[in-house]
């Protein structure tokens, strides 16, 4: 990052002897003052802005540079804690980057005695990450080129994999898959196995902590590195800012950008830079007490967004304030949550996740996933600031034992804070350092939500259909509560004066910094997705969305009543709706009603309701019911769209769908299978699950 004078004056006041707060300047030893460190590097910084990644490697000393492609920013955070890893226990001089910021034509003149790490996941349909579409396609195009010219191409670069999948994908991991093939195919040596994740299985950190260790010994040989013992040295560097306060005017209070702190966002909207929607109107979908289900239009008309029908709508929540709390009183942290800080990497290619300056609170609100699943090995990592020897035991244990973490904090959806509150038995752990967490907590991500209006009928304004998260856990007082859809629910309250207008409790700060957020806005940004109706109308379609898979069927459908409004000729339209019962959790019952009075015989809506009769039916059945008419349908290349839950339901549904083809073909299960395959690789097929 560039530094301003402002900041000049700072680390000149740092280097007259203020210490951080954290680390109360013992770990920084005393001959080595981090901020001179960055001080010198900002102008290396600057120059390192170049594409070439060999140049950058010399330039900052490296040997060992782990590229991510993350979606969600698990990728990432996994390439930041492999980098920390490889640097404090075998001495590498790591650096973590992302795909989408260098170029790979040279890749064959990285030298022999480094190492490139891929962390890779695959996103839906087996595709590449957004941030490593590029590189994707430059490494298995067939006509590769590098500049050199080497033969075998890639022969002296040595490189690790590991991949984050979802076996209920069809496409499990493809993405490592294929890169790992693409580079052996191009002469490069890989080290230790191509490591492979699954979260389809709940299994994702297990399996990267599995894999990590026999990968570091193989690299430790290959590169004859000697393991050390790991001492913590933290990433970032906090500086508190006595001359700041939180009002001062170039302080972040959770603005996402300088932009939005100056006053001035303007488009493009995208991952970096969201644009603070207003909601148009927010309302129930279930008739229930105790499940809630949101329909929320938020409008765009303001903005230079658009998007197309079937596309998803990011959402960036912040944490709700209980969690906030607690989080900043187990650190010890409550009287200072609005003192206002300066982070800065001390490893110059680290990157800070946020604006700064900003204050504890800010960071923690909304920035830092404080309410998501901890990671075993950051627990071990913690207890070396554990507040007495128990704690420090204890997460010791946790971090060693796979199942006794499982039974202790993952099965009761434990937030980090909620572990150091058990585990420390309510004392403070006022030693961590707070770069520990920066490091170790996952940035907070945006949502993704199906975008359930059609934009040819209302081109500036987005709906979303979410069902709130809130699940009652064996051994908790409190269900647990997913971060976004609780604030989404407590913008609805808000919104529509409900009585109760903190969801269960939980105060989200619903007016946003500076209360920018005020007058119900939420911060959204639109990604483009290959889900589509066919661009001919008249083609008939299937789609099959239980619960809130009805969300793009919903588009889907309002876009087929606009066509048919519009004098086109649309063909047969079957929706397959499944939920508990018919008079709880029916979602948007009278619209299918109003489609069936323009698309009349044209449209029907086949319903599965599970808790209704003595046995439990689902969208999967209705579907079988249906086989002669859904293959007629097939035969006329209808299109066939399946949203929703990928563990079960886009499963038994892909079944179902092989056996009726099977079945009214005539041909055996195998080759019915293939041609499902065949469906979905010619767009027949199409699935948005999650
Ligand atoms: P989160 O806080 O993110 O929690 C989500 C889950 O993570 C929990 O249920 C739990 O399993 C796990 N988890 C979180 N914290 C912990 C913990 N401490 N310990 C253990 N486990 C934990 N949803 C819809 O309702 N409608 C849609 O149309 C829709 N479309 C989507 C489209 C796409 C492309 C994708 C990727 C997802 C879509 N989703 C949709 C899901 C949606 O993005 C969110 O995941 C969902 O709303 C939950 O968000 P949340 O922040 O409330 O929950």
């Known amino acids: 990052a560039e530094l ?24 920084w030893g005393v001959t080595k003052d981090p901020y001179a460190s960055s001080l010198a590097n900002a102008s290396g910084a600057k120059a390192g802005k170049t594409r070439n990644i ?11 540079i782990i590229f991510y492609g993350s979606q969600t920013g698990t990728a990432e955070d996994y390439a930041s804690r492999l980098a920390k890893e490889g640097k404090s226990r075998f001495g590498l001089e790591t650096m973590v980057a992302d795909l989408e910021e260098y170029d790979f034509d040279n890749l064959d003149t990285i030298p022999d005695d480094k190492v490139v790490f891929f962390v890779l996941a695959t996103y839906g349909e087996g595709e590449p990450t957004d941030n490593a579409v590029d590189f994707y396609e430059f490494i298995t195009n067939e006509d590769v080129n590098f500049t050199e010219g080497n033969e075998p191409a890639l022969g002296n670069l040595s490189y690790v994999t590991f991949g984050l999948g979802n076996n209920t994908y069809e496409h499990y991991n493809s993405m490592v898959r294929n890169v790992d093939k693409a580079l052996q195919k191009l002469g490069a040596h890989r080290i230790g196995d191509a490591g492979e994740g699954d ?8 399996d990267f902590l599995a894999w990590k260790e026999p990968m570091w010994k193989a690299l430790a040989e290959k590169m004859g590195l000697e393991e050390r013992e790991a001492v913590y040295e933290p990433v970032f560097s ?8 939180k009002e001062s005017p170039e302080v972040y209070l959770g603005e996402p950008n300088k932009m939005h702190l100056d006053g001035t966002a303007k488009g493009p ?18 008739s229930v007490k105790d499940r809630n289900c949101l329909h929320m239009d938020i409008d765009i008309s303001a903005s230079n967004l658009n998007y197309q029908t079937g596309d998803h709508i990011a959402v960036w929540p912040t944490n709700p304030g209980e969690e906030v709390d607690r989080f900043m009183n187990v650190l010890g942290l409550s009287e200072k949550r609005h003192t206002v800080v300066s982070v800065k990497a001390v490893e110059p290619t680290a990157k800070v996740p946020f604006p700064t300056p900003t204050t504890y609170d800010t960071i923690v609100r909304y920035h830092m996933e404080i309410c998501a699943p901890v990671s075993r090995q950051f627990l071990a990592q913690l207890a070396a600031f554990a507040p007495d020897a128990e704690a420090k035991a204890e997460m010791t244990k946790l971090g060693a034992e796979k199942d006794y973490f499982q039974e202790k904090i993952s099965v009761h959806h434990l937030n980090i804070a909620r572990v150091l509150d058990i585990v420390g038995k309510g004392q403070k752990w006022t030693n961590i350092p707070f770069s520990a967490f920066i490091e170790g907590v996952t940035k907070l991500q945006p949502r993704y939500y199906s975008i359930s209006s059609s934009s040819l009928e209302q081109p500036k304004k987005i709906s979303i259909t979410a069902v709130v998260e809130s699940t009652q856990l064996p051994g908790r007082d409190d269900p647990f509560r997913g971060v976004a859809t609780n604030y989404l629910l407590a913008l609805k309250q808000k919104q529509n004066g409900d009585p109760e207008p903190c969801p269960f409790g939980l105060s989200y700060e619903i007016t946003g910094p500076r209360n920018k957020y005020d007058g119900i806005h939420v911060p959204v940004h639109v990604r483009h997705s290959n889900f589509k109706l066919p661009s001919d109308p008249s083609k008939p379609i299937i789609c099959i969305g239980p619960g809130t898979g009805v969300a793009p069927m919903r588009g889907f459908i309002r876009e087929r009543v606009q066509q048919a409004k519009n004098g086109e000729k649309v063909g047969k339209t079957l929706l397959f709706f499944g939920c508990r019962k018919s008079t709880e959790d029916f979602m948007y019952k009278n619209e299918w009603e109003e489609a069936k009075e323009i698309l009349g015989d044209n449209f029907e809506l086949i319903t599965a309701f599970s808790r209704e009769g003595p046995k439990k039916v689902y969208v999967q059945h209705r579907l079988k019911e249906r086989a002669e008419e859904i293959n007629q349908l097939l035969e006329q290349k209808a299109y066939f769209y399946v949203c929703g839950d990928a563990a079960n ?10 056996q009726i083809i099977s079945e009214q073909r005539g041909v055996p299960e195998a080759k019915a299978e293939e041609i499902v395959k065949n ?12």
Request: net charge negative; with cysteine; proline share 2%.
């Open 238 to 245: 906090i500086v508190e800012r006595e001359s700041l306060t």
């Open 199 to 206: 979260d389809g299985a709940g299994t994702m950190e297990e």
């Open 649 to 658: 339901m886009a499963r038994e549904v892909n079944t179902v769908l092989g």
């Open 679 to 690: 469906m979905r690789s010619s767009n027949q097929y199409q699935e948005d699950v999650w």
């Open 4 to 27: 301003d004078t402002l900041d000049l004056v700072v680390l000149a006041a740092i280097l007259l002897g203020t210490v951080a707060y954290f680390t109360k300047g013992k770990l």
């Open 269 to 286: 909207f995208n991952a970096h830079n969201p644009y603070i929607a207003p909601i148009a109107q927010s309302y129930e979908l279930f």
């Open 54 to 64: 060999v140049e950058k490697m010399e330039e900052q000393g490296k040997n060992c």
